[in-house]
């Protein structure tokens, strides 16, 4: 079977593995359309090409470029009638005019259309997204969902079709693996590691609640963000600032070895009225690295860590040291909830494992 795929997140050098995951499955023949850049409002995202071997991968224009509503791709009709899809995987939310102009374009060809969805709360468009939605929703042969919620969201909104619960992505567990061995003589080392420093991130619950913890301790804080000075004058405030590193940004290729040095991962997302934890990747990627993760209870992370980390309620500081002070004091419970973790990304969240289930997706929208 051809499937095309557009997809603006495939421009992201590691997420590329899921493709070449799903080309292993000779029964699929792969073209993935994606634009040369990405201009995020968090800052440009740049095409990379890293994993590409036995798919092409197209850089064709894109209209709108950082307009998550209203971007498109003006050569896809051509893309289309060259490649003639049997399935057109369409990354893109079904609000998006991008995911509408994709569905109506492949259906002239004859091919079955999917679209992605990460959204998780119930949110009402203005003209035209509303009527895009409906359309898409009416339109589509199927649906992948990123998370549990969202797909409670799109059948309350009235989509009836073929849908799955699949994440968008995995993690190479050949890259994100433990370290060789963890140093216990260096103290404990606490981990955040987001893109955005942001409020609906709660790193500042972090921070609360580790300064009420006794003995040697440290917090590393990746990413950066409007909410990083606010951060840095609270460790100050707090009296811990000469315990607290923010290290910026760190690439994909660094993350690996950040993960590696911690020892426990802490996710603290709190729910905002416009937003809610839709995964929280950097959970499988500490995950996959055997290191011990805590999260919160917003959104889909309960569902993403299972049995194999702590769990304590969203904006709850003393719940959330309680979950910090019981790892810093038993170093087996955290090495036994490490090899849960990798265990359980081993068994649901590679990138094996997540084009295997993609791949099923397809063959299922196939004619018998």
């Avoid at 990123?146 to 050949?174: M, R, T």
């Avoid at 917003?298 to 993403?304: D, K, L, M, T, Y």
Wanted: aromatic share 8%; glycine share 8%.
């Amino acid at each position: 079977m051809r499937v095309l795929m557009v997809s603006k997140a495939c421009l992201v050098g590691a997420y590329q593995r899921k493709l070449e995951e799903i080309v292993r499955f000779d029964d699929v023949e792969l073209l993935v359309i994606v634009p040369p850049v990405w201009l995020d409002p968090a800052g440009l995202v740049a095409l990379e090409r890293s994993h590409t071997d036995g798919y092409r991968l197209l850089a064709d224009p894109i209209r709108f470029n950082g307009h998550f509503h209203l971007h498109y791709f003006p050569r896809l009709k051509q893309r289309l009638a060259e490649f003639r899809p049997d399935i057109v995987h369409i990354d893109e939310e079904p609000y998006n005019l991008a995911t509408f102009l994709a569905m109506r374009q492949a259906q002239t060809v004859g091919a079955k259309t999917l679209f992605f969805s990460w959204q998780n709360l119930e949110r009402r468009y203005p003209f035209p997204f509303r009527w895009l939605e409906r359309q898409v929703l009416a339109g589509v042969d199927g649906a992948i969902f990123g998370n549990q919620e969202a797909a409670a969201v799109w059948s309350a909104k009235g989509y009836e079709g073929p849908q799955v619960v699949i994440p968008q992505f995995g993690v190479d567990p050949d890259v994100y693996c433990p370290p060789a061995r963890r140093d216990r003589g260096r103290g404990f080392v606490i981990g955040s590691a987001n893109r955005r420093l942001v409020p609906e991130k709660g790193v500042d619950l972090l921070l609360q609640a580790a300064a009420k913890l006794p003995g040697i301790w440290r917090v590393i804080i990746a990413g950066d963000g409007p909410e990083r000075p606010f951060l840095q004058r609270l460790a100050q405030e707090l009296g811990i600032a000469n315990r607290v590193q923010f290290d910026g940004p760190i690439s994909s290729a660094q993350m690996p070895a950040y993960l590696q040095q911690m020892d426990v991962l802490a996710l603290t997302s709190r729910t905002l009225p416009n937003w809610k934890e839709q995964f929280g990747r950097v959970l499988v990627e500490a995950m996959a690295c055997e290191t011990a993760v805590i999260g919160s209870d917003s959104g889909e992370i309960p569902n993403v860590i299972g049995e194999a980390g702590l769990i304590f309620p969203e904006d709850d500081v003393d719940a959330l040291h309680d979950r910090l002070r019981r790892l810093m004091q038993a170093p087996d419970l955290r090495d036994a909830l490490g090899r849960n973790g990798r265990a359980r990304i081993l068994t649901h969240y590679t990138q094996a494992q997540i084009a295997a289930r993609t791949t099923a997706v397809y063959r299922d929208m196939m004619p018998d």
